[in-house]
Nanobody
Framework: QVQLVESGGGSVQAGDSLKLSCVAS????????TGWFRQAPGKEREFVSV??????????FYANSVKGRFTISRDNAKNTLYLEMNNMKPEDTAVYYC?????????????????WGQGTQVTVSS
């Protein structure tokens, strides 16, 4: 079974940048689509971004709330998924989760993902 571990969360000021990482183990982290979701207290889990499997190139998709500010990428050699977050806003505050699915196709639905990390807290102060 694939295991995912997020890191890089922390507290930043609005306008700052932060980079999250997600290291996979258990299998090669390159075939299926991988993405990021977030969940704020009292809120439902929200889609953030997804990148297609390596065999389908590097197609990406972003939630409107983060488009133009966040960038998703994957380093297949390091078996690591990244989320570069720029110009952060207080509304970005949440626990961020990385997720992976066996399919190479992108999806914004959390129920389409097979593996999840434990989450990393991101807090943005105004």
């Amino acid at each position: 079974q694939v295991q995912l571990v997020e890191s890089g969360g922390g507290s930043v000021q609005a306008g700052d940048s932060l980079k999250l990482s997600c290291v996979a183990s258990g299998r090669t982290f390159s075939t299926g689509a991988t993405g990021w979701f977030r969940q704020a207290p009292g809120k439902e889990r929200e889609f953030v971004s997804v990148i297609s499997g390596s065999e389908l190139g590097s197609g990406t998709f972003y939630a409107n709330s983060v488009k133009g500010r966040f960038t998703i990428s994957r380093d297949n050699a390091k078996n690591t998924l990244y989320l570069e977050m720029n110009n952060m806003k207080p509304e970005d505050t949440a626990v961020y989760y990385c997720a992976a699915r066996r399919s190479r196709n992108i999806s914004i639905g959390p129920y389409d993902y097979d593996y999840w990390g434990q989450g990393t807290q991101v807090t943005v102060s105004s």
